[in-house]
Every structure is written in structure tokens, then in C-alpha cells.
């Protein structure tokens, strides 16, 4: 069992930067695959960044270049980087984690999610 808290959210004008953290509480996190997603009301949840124990993350094409996922196995946080920041960056911002054979994962293959934090760049 795994419990997410996300942390970090805020609001920020478009460029600038925000960091947000997910601290997780459970054994053996290194062994677990991770992801951050985003959403906004009334809209689908799009992944954001996905990987696997061992750091290596792939970005969705909108974030790719700005945002930066990362992990510290050892104080089991996971964060996200996010620089050059859009008002299309707008959203709830999750992460989710869950054990597997093969990372990264789908959406629909990840079991445990934070509660969220919200991000809003204005222009």
C-alpha cells in the first residue's frame, strides 16, 4: 500500500517556474513505476511524465523540453520541474504510482493517486 501527497502547487505568471513534490509513503518505492498527470474540469486527464525505479521518465509532446520528472528513492519523493510555464498548463496536477513487471505505465494501470495540487499560470 502506498499513500501520495502532492505538494507545491500555486499560482504563477506565464514563464516562470513552479516545483512541485509528491511525497510517498510505502515500502520499497524504488520498486514502484511512477507518473504525474494533469487535469482540468471537464476535460480528460492527460499524462504529464511516466517512468520506472530507475529514474527515466518520458514526457508528453506539450510538456517535453519545459517540464522535468525525478525521484529520490532514498526520501521516497517524487517531483516535477515545471519551467517556461503556459496558462495551457492550467490544471490539477496528480501523481500516481503502482507496482509492475515493465514501466512506464498507463494511466489505467496505476492504483494509487494523490489527492492533487493545483497549478494556474496566468498571462
Known amino acids: 500500500q502506498v499513500q501520495l501527497v502532492e505538494s507545491g502547487g500555486g499560482s504563477v505568471q506565464a514563464g516562470g517556474s513552479l516545483r512541485l513534490s509528491c511525497a510517498a509513503s510505502g515500502y520499497r518505492f524504488s520498486w514502484y513505476c511512477v507518473g504525474w498527470f494533469r487535469q482540468v474540469p471537464g476535460k480528460v486527464r492527460e499524462r504529464v511524465a511516466s517512468g520506472g525505479g530507475d529514474g527515466i521518465m518520458t514526457y508528453a509532446d506539450s510538456v517535453r523540453g519545459r517540464f522535468t520528472a525525478s525521484r529520490d528513492n532514498v526520501n521516497n519523493i517524487l517531483y516535477l520541474q515545471m519551467n517556461s510555464l503556459k496558462p495551457e498548463d492550467t490544471a490539477m496536477y496528480y501523481c500516481?504510482?503502482?507496482?509492475?513487471?515493465?514501466?512506464?505505465?498507463?494511466?489505467?494501470?496505476?492504483?494509487?493517486w494523490g489527492q492533487g495540487t493545483q497549478v494556474t499560470v496566468s498571462s
Open positions: 500516481a504510482a503502482n507496482i509492475a513487471l515493465k514501466c512506464p505505465l498507463l494511466e489505467k494501470d496505476f492504483n494509487y
